[in-house]
Antibody
Framework: QVQLVQSGAEVKKPGASVKVSCKAS????????ISWVRQAPGQGLEWMGW????????NYAQKLQGRVTMTTDTSTSTAYMELRSLRSDDTAVYYC???????????WGQGTLVTVSS | QSALTQPASVSGSPGQSITISCTGT?????????VSWYQQHPGKAPKLMIY???KRPSGVSNRFSGSKSGNTASLTISGLQAEDEADYYC?????????FGGGTKLTVL
């Protein structure tokens, strides 16, 4: 069965960086991409971007351009999302999701809470 | 790109049917048959319920159905059950990006 297992919760200070991992299993990793979606406390879902696990092509949300980097390690079927220059409004649960072409996240990870606080 | 517009809340009694609307623009919902719906229970990850406007993934109850007219997509849940109480989010492709609705809280009375 398809599973996406994410890394544990993080607490960071403003200005720092965070890197969240997402280990995939149950499917051919390079046949799909990974979307990243975040959800601030009590708020809705926000699409952050997508990466192809086949060739590493990325597509980022405009508001995060320059602060976010998505990568994959095909040897371990793991995707990573790094967010830099953290602010308090980056506090959220970050989800990875399998996504064939950046059009449809289908299976989701359990989420990783990132708290940004001084 | 603005979020898609959903009602903040809807409610219904067990056995009834409810419909949640999702209004976008001609740049997203109106241009692509790539609308999906997600169910999210408190503290849990979203679950895909409908994709490509009206298709159900394997394992999703046929009580869930989707449709679209113009710039507005809709999710209908028939035969409401207690376990349907959750937040529901619509999502649309918008030409190289993806946009979500603000979410609708469904209360089963």
């Amino acid at each position: 069965q398809v599973q996406l297992v994410q890394s544990g919760a993080e607490v960071k200070k403003p200005g720092a960086s965070v890197k969240v991992s997402c280990k995939a299993s149950g499917y051919t990793f390079t046949s799909y991409g990974i979307s990243w979606v975040r959800q601030a406390p009590g708020q809705g879902l926000e699409w952050m971007g997508w990466i192809s696990a086949y060739n590493g092509n990325t597509n980022y949300a405009q508001k995060l351009q320059g602060r976010v980097t998505m990568t994959t390690d095909t040897s371990t079927s793991t995707a990573y999302m790094e967010l830099r220059s953290l602010r308090s409004d980056d506090t959220a649960v970050y989800y990875c999701a399998r996504d064939l072409s950046g059009l449809l996240p289908d299976y989701w990870g359990q989420g990783t809470l990132v708290t940004v606080s001084s | 790109q603005s979020a898609l517009t959903q009602p903040a809340s809807v409610s219904g009694s067990p056995g009834q049917s409810i419909t949640i609307s999702c209004t976008g623009t001609s740049s997203d919902v109106g241009s692509y048959n790539l609308v999906s719906w997600y169910q999210q229970h408190p503290g849990k990850a979203p679950k895909l319920m409908i994709y490509e406007v009206s298709k159900r993934p394997s394992g999703v109850s046929n009580r869930f159905s989707g449709s679209k007219s113009g710039n507005t997509a809709s999710l209908t849940i028939s035969g409401l059950q207690a376990e349907d109480e959750a937040d529901y989010y619509c999502c649309s492709y918008a030409g190289s990006i993806v946009v979500f609705g603000g979410g609708t809280k469904l209360t089963v009375l």
